[in-house]
T-cell receptor, first 111, second 113 residues
Framework: ELKVEQNPLFLSMQEGKNYTIYCNYS?????LYWYRQDPGKSLESLFV?????AVKQEGRLMASLDTKARLSTLHITAAVHDLSATYFC???????????FGTGTLLAVQP | DAEITQSPRHKITETGRQVTLACHQT?????MFWYRQDLGHGLRLIHY???????NKGEVSDGYSVSRSNTEDLPLTLESAASSQTSVYFC????????????FGSGTQLSVL
């Protein structure tokens, strides 16, 4: 059974600092997704990573995938308050589009 | 513009009642999914469908059912609502191609008293 773990569960950062969110998963997959959720809102797609070594960047966020280690990272560079949200990773496991989600990381960026 | 809509946005019901949550998408997507979101658990898959008349159980399907009579709709039914089913429910759809993102609805907040 596919398990997806994220850490940390909660991250309080100061503006301007860098940090990394980690996503580990338990079975072989080369399709990993990152989503963002603002409080009380739906999920917004950030990145789709489809192969070993894939790296995607958008603004201050960069995601990477290591399928051999079954690990994805979401790196935040010079955080700003607007990045405060919950970030989820999800792995496509066992069937097309069937996403198994991690528990989420609540990111709070303090001025 | 194509979209995915859920209704109602908020629902309060009593234990033992049957409840149906609606999900409607206008993308003509083959694949549709229902998730529930609970603190500390992230999103957990309840049921999913790969096309008309196809339904499959997810991780937490007990107490829930779905039916797919057309491409656009995948209603989620709670046969006899329980307090443990108080949650936020999200519907999602996808084209059917692996490696493509899912599109999510705005969610339904369900409270079972």
């Amino acid at each position: 059974e596919l398990k997806v773990e994220q850490n940390p569960l909660f991250l309080s950062m100061q503006e301007g600092k860098n940090y990394t969110i980690y996503c580990n998963y338990s079975t072989t997959s080369d399709r990993l997704y990152w989503y963002r959720q603002d409080p009380g809102k739906s999920l917004e797609s950030l990145f789709v990573l489809l192969s070993n070594g894939a790296v995607k960047q958008e603004g201050r966020l960069m995601a990477s995938l290591d399928t051999k280690a079954r690990l994805s990272t979401l790196h935040i560079t010079a955080a700003v308050h607007d990045l405060s949200a919950t970030y989820f990773c999800a792995v496509e496991g066992g069937a097309t589009n069937k996403l198994i989600f991690g528990t989420g990381t609540l990111l709070a960026v303090q001025p | 513009d194509a979209e995915i809509t859920q209704s109602p946005r908020h629902k309060i019901t009593e234990t033992g009642r049957q409840v149906t949550l609606a999900c409607h998408q206008t993308w003509n997507h083959n694949n549709m999914f229902w998730y529930r979101q609970d603190l500390g658990h992230g999103l957990r898959l309840i049921h999913y469908s790969y096309g008309v008349h196809d339904t499959n159980k997810g991780e937490v399907s007990d107490g829930y059912s779905v039916s797919r009579s057309n491409t656009e709709d995948l209603p989620l039914t709670l046969e006899s609502a329980a307090s443990s089913q108080t949650s936020v429910y999200f519907c999602a759809s996808g084209r059917g191609q692996g490696g493509e993102k899912l599109f999510f609805g705005s969610g339904t907040q369900l409270s079972v008293l």
